[in-house]
């Protein structure tokens, strides 16, 4: 049994509140990671075709923008 099969068992245990809860905020979660996903993917694809920032002018920035 994997861990999401055994967090959905013990999940229906719960009071329907509690599981509705439970269902909204792994929706968030998955949504917000596949957004994640894609957005690194894309950003991949950019750099792959040539299309990125130098990296000694992103950190160049990065710097002077927050001081670090």
Do not use: C, W
């Not at 994997?2 to 068992?9: I, P, V």
């Not at 040539?50 to 000694?56: I, M, P, Q, R, T």
């Amino acid at each position: 049994m994997t861990k999401l099969e055994q967090a959905f068992k013990e999940a229906d245990q719960l009071p329907p509140e509690a599981r509705e809860r439970l269902g909204d905020d792994l929706l968030h979660y998955i949504h917000r990671y596949l957004a994640l996903r894609n957005d690194l993917n894309a950003g991949l694809r950019e750099l792959d075709s040539g299309l990125g920032v130098d990296a000694e002018r992103a950190f160049a920035n990065l710097k002077a923008r927050y001081g670090a």
